[in-house]
């Protein structure tokens, strides 16, 4: 294949659909969508049965393609090709030759992050932000350290799959890959290294949660010992700067008092002070390449009022710190995998304030966290925040994957559902949930076809939903995995299955922010 010919070939379905019989004829089943070609090479995602293979049809001379990539040499059609596994070493190897995989920062535009606690689910996310329109801008990698030390997954492995399943997809319109709740510096270096773009700092450890319910006299202690060198400040010109600073945010009057300044600086101070620290690490880690940073506050037990947003934010900029997004923690409950809880009345009048303060004071995007299932919201959000919103979505992606598995491998699905019950006690207790076991509904009696209902079902879908990481690393006595393995292999071999269930719940969190 000569270049031109290379360079012709993602475009024609009949080169690819020629290309698909030659494969098949070794039982391979070649991935249409996945079919790209650049100078170097034509390329494309096979199926196999011993799972996906990368196929590189090196332009000549092969010499210099075939040393980057490891693998098996072949013919396909007459020509040398390379039939690789998806390891690390060929994921970068595929990302050097085609650039739109490689994450990047986000426009600042509407946003969505989906978490893959499997590795598996971004061709399907891919089919849902192509089947909502709208150009929202995807995080396809995206993990907290607490989700991949539970999974057993390296930074690096989510980056990889995110590469894999994007290039599968034919996803050329970019990405960012977000390294979720990172707490330590560690943390940082770790998901840099491995290519992450988008940094989501996560204070909540620092942010002190007895402020809303001290004594003036307490108040005053706290805010006497806060951290002022760290800081860089000392409390009376705190106080000269900010105490009684009126903000006028497009048409929203935000009053930092005296006394909602003692409460902010005392909740949220030391929190600015590590969120600072963290950004010279991370502005050092990845000099001179771009990033996206969000503060999240979002993992705490009382709202952010207007106030203490306007004194975050308006620290965090004295302090130097630059960030694309910020994730307040709003009125209501948001819990895992399940819709808002709370008046939407009041989270209506919630996030209209905080729109307006991260515009005025910004722009920058407010941060849904535990944004999936929040369907009685998201018109609300997508409203007052005009675009500048990031949705961020964790383990609904493994939901749905549990729905496929009901609907292929009923069996399966009841054993690891006994499992997750009798997990669901110790392995809540790092979420926001409020289901039992009492109330979830007992799968001894169910017909296989009433399987998937549990995924509708709040108490079974928590639990579901909290015990992944159970799930995932739990080994039999002879040390073979119990479930991961079944489930995975039950998904790639029903890719359609799992992508249609995907994008038909994903599509549902897409289409009120598509086109704003
Ligand atoms: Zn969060």
């Known amino acids: 294949m000569d270049a031109t010919a290379?360079?012709?070939?993602?475009?024609?379905?009949?080169?690819?659909?020629?290309?698909g019989q030659e494969v098949g004829r070794n039982g391979h089943v070649l991935v249409p969508a996945s079919a790209?070609?650049?100078?170097?090479?034509?390329?494309?995602m096979l199926r196999t049965p011993s799972g996906c293979r990368l196929l590189v049809l090196p332009v000549p001379p092969h010499a210099g393609v075939f040393a980057e990539f490891e693998g098996e040499r072949t013919e396909v059609g007459g020509a040398p090709a390379l039939i690789a596994p998806?390891?690390?070493?060929?994921?970068?190897?595929?990302?050097?030759?085609?650039?739109?995989?490689?994450?990047?920062?986000?426009?600042?535009?509407?946003?969505?992050?989906?978490?893959?606690?499997?590795?598996?689910?971004?061709?399907?996310?891919?089919?849902?932000?192509?089947?909502?329109?709208?150009?929202?801008a995807p995080v396809f990698a995206q993990q907290s350290i607490r989700e991949m030390s539970r999974t057993a997954r390296s930074p690096q492995a989510v980056v990889d799959d995110a590469t894999w399943g994007s290039f599968e997809a034919g996803w050329t319109a970019g990405q960012g890959a977000d390294a979720d709740h990172l707490k330590t510096a560690d943390d940082i270096t770790a998901c840099a290294a491995a290519g992450f773009t988008m940094f989501t700092i996560d204070p909540g450890e620092y942010v002190n949660r007895d402020a809303d319910v001290m004594t003036p006299e307490e108040l005053r202690a706290a805010w006497d010992a806060l951290p002022w060198a760290k800081l860089d400040d000392t409390p009376s010109s705190m106080?000269?700067?900010?105490?009684?600073?009126?903000?006028?945010?497009?048409?929203?009057?935000?009053?930092?008092?005296e006394g909602a300044l003692v409460k902010a600086a005392v909740k949220y101070g030391r929190a600015v002070a590590h969120v600072a620290d963290m950004h010279r690490h991370l502005a050092a880690v990845k000099s001179g390449q771009g990033f996206d940073?969000?503060?999240?506050?979002?993992?705490?037990?009382t709202p952010t009022t207007p106030a203490e947003h306007v004194f975050i934010v308006l620290e965090l900029r004295r302090l130097g710190v630059r960030w694309a997004s910020l994730a307040p923690r709003f009125v209501g409950r948001f819990e895992k995998g399940v819709d808002y809880l709370g008046d939407t009345a009041?989270?209506?009048?919630?996030?209209?304030?905080?729109?307006?303060?991260?515009?005025?004071?910004?722009?920058?995007?407010?941060?849904?966290?535990?944004?999936?299932?929040?369907?009685?919201i998201y018109d609300i959000a997508a409203r007052h925040t005009k675009g500048l919103i990031h949705v961020k979505t964790a383990g609904t992606s493994y939901l749905e994957a549990l729905r496929a598995i009901t609907l292929v491998s009923p069996a399966l699905f009841r054993s690891l559902y006994e499992f997750s019950r009798t997990q669901y006690e110790r392995d809540r207790a790092s979420y926001h949930v409020s289901a039992s076991v009492a109330g979830a509904p007992d799968p001894a009696g169910m017909a296989d076809a009433d399987l998937p209902a549990l995924l509708e079902d709040f108490h079974a879908r928590q639990i579901l939903h909290v015990t992944f990481g159970s799930v995932l690393t739990a080994r039999a006595?002879?040390?073979?995995?119990?479930?991961?393995?079944?489930?995975?292999?039950?998904?790639?071999?029903?890719?359609?299955?799992?992508?249609?269930?995907?994008?038909?719940?994903?599509?549902?969190?897409?289409?009120?922010?598509?086109?704003?």
Do not use: M, Q
Not at 89 to 106: G, K
Not at 353 to 376: M, Q
């Open 6 to 19: 290379a360079a012709d070939w993602g475009e024609h379905s009949e080169r690819v659909r020629r290309l």
């Open 86 to 136: 998806l390891t690390a070493r060929n994921a970068a190897a595929l990302r050097r030759h085609h650039p739109w995989l490689v994450p990047r920062p986000l426009p600042a535009a509407t946003s969505a992050g989906f978490g893959d606690r499997l590795g598996l689910a971004t061709p399907g996310h891919a089919r849902a932000l192509r089947a909502a329109g709208g150009s929202i």
């Open 239 to 257: 106080r000269a700067r900010l105490a009684g600073l009126e903000v006028d945010a497009d048409g929203e009057h935000v009053v930092l008092d």
């Open 477 to 516: 006595g002879d040390g073979r995995l119990v479930f991961a393995g079944d489930l995975r292999s039950a998904l790639l071999a029903n890719p359609e299955i799992y992508e249609t269930c995907l994008e038909r719940h994903f599509v549902r969190h897409l289409r009120p922010f598509a086109g704003r």
């Open 346 to 376: 009041a989270f209506d009048a919630d996030i209209r304030v905080h729109a307006a303060i991260a515009r005025a004071l910004g722009p920058y995007k407010l941060s849904l966290h535990s944004g999936s299932d929040k369907f009685s």
């Open 36 to 44: 790209s070609a650049t100078d170097a090479a034509a390329w494309a």
């Open 293 to 301: 940073l969000e503060v999240s506050v979002d993992e705490t037990d």
